[in-house]
């Protein structure tokens, strides 16, 4: 399967975008490969792109400018959406850094592209919607995890969203996503290990 191929499939469901309407997408969408540390945005830039991922890791993370200190905040996996969501939806600069964790490969389309197609159709001016929609709903549903979840269910939950990030992550960036330390991340795993 083709990259497009993979993109197409994954706006039919994610979408219900018709064969049609996906076409009109062709001549916009453009593949590109980052190196491991290399940046999708960077912060007080404006995002410009709504990336694919074919394959990779992204993570999004705020660096403290007292500190140095980095807290991630989001991961993104294969055959996900990639942005900085804020930024790419207010066109705004950002307040983060996205950065691949590995060797990376995405689709991307640049938001002008895709306000031309949201202006030709309803199913993407609908794809445009499930996106600030599902931009919305990773936010929060962070945000409430940390709020309401314990650490043990944060990393539970993390290993059902994205189930091969540990092969590719360092422990101490996942241990920020949960927000916890490196020793409290060891005895979680070890103790679901001995379930």
Not at 30 to 53: A, D, M, P, S, W
Request: with cysteine; proline share 3%.
């Amino acid at each position: 399967m083709t990259e497009l191929e993979l993109l197409e499939k994954t706006l039919t469901v994610f979408a219900s975008m018709d064969a049609k309407e996906f076409t009109k997408s062709l001549p916009y969408w453009q593949l590109r490969t980052y190196r491991k540390g290399e940046f999708y945005n960077e912060y007080k830039n404006v995002c410009k792109h709504l990336g694919f991922i074919i394959n990779g890791v992204f993570r999004t993370y705020h660096a403290s400018t007292e500190t140095g200190e980095e807290k991630n905040l989001l991961f993104f996996t294969d055959k996900q959406f990639l942005a900085s969501y804020k930024s790419f939806l207010t066109q705004t600069p950002c307040n983060y850094y996205t950065e691949s964790l590995v060797d990376s490969a995405i689709l991307y389309i640049h938001i002008d592209d895709l306000n031309r197609l949201y202006a030709s159709s309803h199913q993407w001016e609908r794809f445009g919607r499930f996106i600030a929609e599902l931009a919305f709903n990773e936010v929060m549903d962070h945000t409430e995890d940390m709020m309401f979840k314990t650490p043990e269910q944060r990393y539970q939950q993390l290993l059902e969203r994205h189930p091969d990030i540990f092969n590719s992550v360092p422990l101490y960036h996942i241990a920020s996503y949960l927000g916890i330390q490196g020793p409290s991340l060891s005895r979680i795993r070890k103790r679901i290990s001995g379930k």
